[in-house]
Nanobody, 116 residues
Framework: QVQLVESGGGLVQAGGSQRLSCAAS????????MGWHRQAPGKQRELVAS???????NYATSVKGRFTISRDSAKNTVYLQMNSLKPEDTAVYYC??????????WGQGTQVTVSS
């Protein structure tokens, strides 16, 4: 019922910045929160940042102070601004939407590679 389209991934040098976008479509009323997860090779998928319908945000400790999640409700889009990127940030980043009935929706994933 919800479709997510990600954009903005690519290659960036350490210390640089990059912004990811996630455009949502479908039944917007079903969404209680949206966020970003990432998964590096051989590692567990982890929550990076999330934002609730009410605007509350949460961040993984590893990205606090460097990443910012935001939204544009008029465009049904959430963003992840990533600053001071480190090689450890290299991963596939997935947009996620949580529904009120516990169903999780996922984007296709976008590769972010940070070169040292």
């Amino acid at each position: 019922q919800v479709q997510l389209v990600e954009s903005g991934g690519g290659l960036v040098q350490a210390g640089g910045s990059q912004r990811l976008s996630c455009a949502a479509s479908g039944n917007m009323f079903s969404i209680s929160a949206m966020g970003w997860h990432r998964q590096a090779p051989g590692k567990q998928r982890e929550l990076v940042a999330s934002i609730t319908r009410g605007g509350s945000t949460n961040y993984a400790t590893s990205v606090k102070g460097r990443f910012t999640i935001s939204r544009d409700s008029a465009k049904n889009t959430v963003y992840l601004q990533m600053n001071s990127l480190k090689p450890e940030d290299t991963a596939v980043y997935y947009c996620n939407a949580d529904s009120w009935n516990t169903v999780k929706y996922w984007g296709q994933g976008t590769q972010v590679t940070v070169s040292s």
